[in-house]
């Protein structure tokens, strides 16, 4: 067993009411298949509601880590595992993964 950390740091505004968002790719260059996966975001919007996270894998499997859920709370500061990436097990490791996050509501940008 072996374990990968990567992270990325994105200093970009989420583009406003738009279904592609803002994308955020880290290449992980070891072979293997996902036994477990965690993914720590810390997303600043004034309106956590209008947000949709997505992480693809490098196989082209989505999932979505946070469904405009939240309501009026500000931002999200948050580790997804478990039941949020448990449909990643088994995928291949090795590639490109993407994290999107995307902003459906028109006035608050973050």
Same mark, same amino acid.
């Given at each position: 067993m072996s374990f990968i950390v990567k992270s990325s740091s994105v200093n970009q505004a989420?583009?406003?009411n738009s279904d592609t968002g803002l994308v955020d790719g880290i290449k992980v260059f070891k !072979?293997?298949?996902? !036994?477990?996966?965690?993914? !720590?975001?810390?997303?600043?919007h004034p309106y956590s509601g209008d947000l949709e996270i997505q992480l693809?894998?490098?196989?082209?499997?989505?999932?979505?880590?946070?469904?405009?859920?939240?309501?009026?709370e500000a931002?999200?500061? @948050?580790? &997804?595992?478990?039941?949020?990436?448990?449909d990643f097990? !088994?995928? @291949?490791v090795k590639g490109e993964w993407k994290?999107?996050?995307?902003? &459906?509501?028109?006035r608050d940008q973050g």
């Open positions: 989420i583009p406003d !072979g293997g298949t996902v !036994g477990t996966i965690e993914v !720590g975001v810390n997303v600043n693809t894998s490098p196989g082209g499997k989505t999932v979505v880590l946070h469904s405009r859920t939240g309501s009026s931002n999200i500061k @948050k580790v &997804f595992s478990k039941e949020a990436t448990q097990l !088994g995928e @291949k994290l999107a996050v995307k902003d &459906f509501a028109p």
